[in-house]
Structure formats: structure tokens, C-alpha cells
């Protein structure tokens, strides 16, 4: 991927002692900087293959700025790091516009890392993705800057070049949206509850149980980006419809597979393999009227990030 932003991409040429230094010192600032650039970019793009790119493209940015007159240097990365992303993101809506089939985030293991690069773990789980997708590229920096990362509204204004006051609405903008757009979810242990059993019935192709599990207005995504022919090619949505298409591939999807369960996203997740390569991924968002959405991918580029032997 080539980001416009960072179209000269030079080869380190030989330093003195003095020079070589001063290189170190930018590795040594970026390196420690790196979890949250990679945060803040993921949140943003939902991709982390997205993401790795961004953050590379900014050490290469890092690599040409005399880094002297920088100030602060987590302060210029994340300001870099954010406004490639915005400038990323406008260009990746029209993409998944022609996105064959639901487009839904790319999982990532947060078993040992469970805040990815962030002071809280907001803006991580899919159900939040999925809506800050439905926001500007502007909004959903500064949601993610407030709400994970714990940005003053001055240093967000700052990121975006704008008035405080202008950031302090995007952000009041963007939890509202967040806040109409989703259920009180359930616990962590009720979602993992419902996850085992759902997956259980799911197996089984067990109609009641599938139901029972569900809210009335249940919708089940399947991304296959259009390279898995058996992916649902649109949402299927409502109780006894979704529960019919589980059960419709019962006799045939879970034959010769391996379950996993992992967390990805900060939520209880299983991973599908079969002869020890993953083929599928699934998680559920759910709220004291049952599960809200189940989450499936099987889009073999969005399992990469997933390590295999989990």
C-alpha cells in the first residue's frame, strides 16, 4: 500500500558517530511510541494489515523529519499517524462501498495486550467498530483519541487543527452516535456464556436453542470479501431467520474442524480451523435481551492477524 502522505521513501545513507546517534535516538522514540501508533490506527481503520501500513509509512515520515525541532516526538508521531489515517480512511469508505458482501473489522489477538496500545480498552470491540464506521473519518479520530487513548480536547484540536470547542463536538457528536446505536451490552462473562452455547446449538443445528438464544432483532453478518462462496452475501436479520440460516449449514461446516477459543478484540471469540489452518472466525455482541449480532469472517486475509497455533 502506498500512502500519499509519505511518497519518498530513501535509503539511510551513512552517519558519522554524532549522526548515528541521533538515528538511535529517533528509533529509540518511535519503538517505544509504536503500540500506540499502531492503536490509534487499527481503531481507526479497522484493518490491522491497514494499520502495520500506516505505522511503517510513518517511520518512514520520521525517518526524513530533523527531528531537532520536534518538541515532543510522541506528540508528532500521533499527530502523523492520525492524519494518515484520516486522509486513509476517506479513500478506504469508497472501497468498501464496492466491498462484495458485509465488510466487518479484521480480528486481533489481545490475549497478551489486551489494551492494544491504549490506556482503555474503548473503540476495540467489533460492535464499536462497526459504528465508528458509520462516522467521518474526522469523528472517529476523535472519539478514539478521547475515548482510548485519553487525549485532552486542546490536544486533539491540536491533531486536527481545529478550535477546541469544534473537537469537544465531534467527540460529544460521536458518543451519542455510539450510545443510540447500541444496546448496555452484557457482561464479559454472559457474552462468553452465550458464546459457548451458541456455538454448541449452532453445531447441532438446534433451532430452539438458537431462538431462545437470540434478540428479536438479531442480525448475522458473514464477510467473505467475495473470495468464500458460501459467505452470505448480505446481513441476515431477525430471530427465527437467523436461527434457520445457522442451522441450514449444520450438517456441513462443522465437519473435520478445530475449536479455539481466543479473545480478539477484548472479547471472547472462536476460531475455526481445519487441518490446522483457520477457515473461520466468530464472536457474538450481546445485551440483556440476548445476542444482538453474530460475527462471522471468513475471508482468509482477515484471519492473518490471528496467530494459527492459538
Known sequence: MTIAMAEERPSPPVRSSAEASAYDDGLS?????????FGIAYRMLGSAAEAED??????LRWQ??????????SAFLATTTTRMCINFAQSARARR???????????V????????????SEALGF????????????????????????????????????????????????????????????????????????????????????EGLFAEDVVSYSDGGGVVRTAARAPVSGRQRVAKFIASFASHFW????LTQIEANGQASILISR????????????????????????????????????
Open 29 to 37: 522514540a518511535f519503538a517505544e511510541a509504536r503500540p500506540r501508533l
Open 109 to 120: 489477538d489481545t490475549s497478551s495486550d489486551p489494551s492494544l496500545g491504549a490506556e482503555r
Open 255 to 258: 465437519t473435520g474442524i478445530t
Open 64 to 73: 526524513a523529519t530533523d527531528r531537532s525541532v520536534v518538541e515532543s516526538p
Open 127 to 210: 460492535a464499536i467498530l462497526l459504528l465508528l464506521e458509520k462516522l467521518s473519518p474526522t469523528e472517529r479520530a476523535a472519539y478514539v483519541l478521547r475515548e482510548a487513548f485519553d487525549y485532552s480536547y486542546r490536544q486533539i484540536a491540536d491533531i486536527l487543527q481545529m478550535e477546541e470547542a469544534n473537537a469537544r463536538q465531534l467527540v460529544s457528536r460521536a458518543r451519542k452516535h455510539i450510545v443510540e446505536g447500541r444496546r448496555t451490552p452484557a457482561s464479559s462473562a454472559e457474552r462468553q456464556r452465550l458464546l459457548t452455547v451458541f456455538i454448541a446449538a449452532a453445531q447441532k443445528g438446534d433451532l430452539a436453542t438458537l
Open 275 to 310: 487441518d490446522g489452518v483457520p477457515v473461520a472466525f466468530a464472536t457474538i455482541d450481546a445485551s440483556e435481551k440476548g445476542i444482538d449480532q453474530i460475527m462471522w469472517i471468513l475471508r482468509p486475509s482477515k484471519l492473518a492477524a490471528i496467530p494459527a497455533s492459538k
Open 97 to 107: 462501498e464496492s466491498y462484495v458482501g458485509p465488510w466487518l473489522p479484521e480480528p
Open 54 to 59: 500506516i505505522v511503517q509509512d510513518v517511520w
